[in-house]
């Protein structure tokens, strides 16, 4: 599966922002999926994860409350609403699809997920 992330851009601080993972080659409902983000000079941070069905979501305490995970199974995208951006929120955002049959609850394991986005850059000014 090919997973293309978009949706960044430069905003400020308090601004919201909507970030879209369109996956192709196959279809995201036998994956779980996530959102990760990479600031300079530091390792990908695990931001937020939703199951198949998107019954059940997992966040990072640093954005919990802010941002909103989601997915349309029907149209092959996840969804990342990010609200009350700060400028630490400033990073690159990857979304990655994890295609293990079953977990116990949705993985914040970065090495757990198959397939990668390319990234997408948000740019929060304060």
């Known amino acids: 599966v090919q997973l293309q992330a978009s949706g960044g851009g430069l905003v400020q601080a308090g601004d919201s922002l909507r970030l879209s993972c369109i996956a192709s080659?196959?279809?995201?409902?036998?994956?779980?999926m996530g959102w990760f983000r990479r600031t300079p000079g530091k390792p990908r941070d695990f931001i937020a994860a939703i199951t198949k069905s998107g019954n059940s979501t997992r966040y990072a305490d640093s954005v919990k409350g802010r941002f909103t995970i989601s997915r349309d199974n029907a149209k092959n995208t996840m969804y990342l609403q990010m609200n009350d951006l700060k400028s630490e929120d400033t990073a690159v955002y990857y979304c990655?699809?994890?295609?293990?049959?079953?977990?116990?609850?949705?993985?914040?394991?970065?090495?757990?997920?198959?397939?990668w986005g390319q990234g997408t850059l948000v740019t929060v000014s304060s």
């Open positions: 080659g196959r279809t995201i409902d036998s994956s779980d």
């Open positions: 990655a699809a994890d295609r293990t049959f079953w977990r116990p609850g949705v993985s914040s394991i970065q090495s757990q997920y198959d397939y």
